[in-house]
T-cell receptor, first 113, second 112 residues
Framework: DTAVSQTPKYLVTQMGNDKSIKCEQN?????MYWYKQDSKKFLKIMFS???????INETVPNRFSPKSPDKAHLNLHINSLELGDSAVYFC????????????FGEGSWLTVV | DAKTTQPTSMDCAEGRAANLPCNHS???????VYWYRQIHSQGPQYIIH???NNETNEMASLIITEDRKSSTLILPHATLRDTAVYYC?????????????FGKGTRLSVIA
């Protein structure tokens, strides 16, 4: 069973479009994250949510808007896509109360052309 | 910023032990040492973590020096599938929803 799942796995889109990446975790965790891994392979935190509430926003452009309909889901919506948004986006989760281990999804490869 | 220092890359012969060092000289008393790895085209994978005692699980062993300023991740019998980037990360004990901060990691190449 996939613990943290992301869709789509691959996405190719044109500049200026709006797209969303969805994330779901079935671990019962209360905290979810979005990370970005660019072409230089650096993994950087973008957002974290706890029980649907935004906790961390690491100076990400406001074209990126996370949405958490419930604590098992954290979706990432990106408006007006730019070439520099091309990257791999990883969703992750953990349970603040019972453990610190963070579990990651398999990534969503976004290519903006 | 990452609070750890790791070699950029290492090679290991298949079947031999892979010993990956990590320096965390500024670690504080309430911080754990975590190890993750990222196999090509996959998400980061949790390996092991520890506070001050040595730890072992089905994947690896973690040896932490007595002063806690450095540690070594040991893969006892490396296989080709262990080729990956390995990240050593320090994180507060009760970090709750504090995210992991990744450095550059060590690229381990297991060679047949």
């Amino acid at each position: 069973d996939t613990a943290v799942s992301q869709t789509p796995k691959y996405l190719v889109t044109q500049m200026g479009n709006d797209k969303s990446i969805k994330c779901e975790q079935n671990l019962g965790h209360d905290t979810m994250y979005w990370y970005k891994q660019d072409s230089k392979k650096f993994l950087k935190i973008m957002f974290s949510y706890n029980n649907k509430e935004l906790i961390i926003n690491e100076t990400v452009p406001n074209r990126f808007s996370p949405k958490s309909p419930d604590k098992a889901h954290l979706n990432l919506h990106i408006n007006s896509l730019e070439l520099g948004d091309s990257a791999v986006y990883f969703c992750a989760s953990n349970d603040r109360g019972s453990g610190n281990t963070i579990y990651f999804g398999e990534g969503s490869w976004l290519t903006v052309v | 910023d990452a609070k750890t220092t790791q070699p950029t890359s290492m090679d290991c012969a298949e079947g031999r032990a892979a010993n990956l060092p990590c320096n965390h000289s500024t670690i504080s008393g309430n911080e754990y040492v975590y190890w993750y790895r990222q196999i090509h085209s996959q998400g980061p994978q949790y390996i092991i973590h520890g506070l001050k005692n040595n730890e072992t699980n089905e994947m690896a062993s973690l040896i932490i020096t007595e002063d806690r300023k450095s540690s070594t991740l040991i893969l006892p019998h490396a296989t080709l599938r262990d080729t990956a980037v390995y990240y050593c990360i320090v994180r507060p004990r009760n970090s709750g929803n504090t995210p992991l901060v990744f450095g550059k990691g060590t690229r381990l190449s297991v060679i047949a």
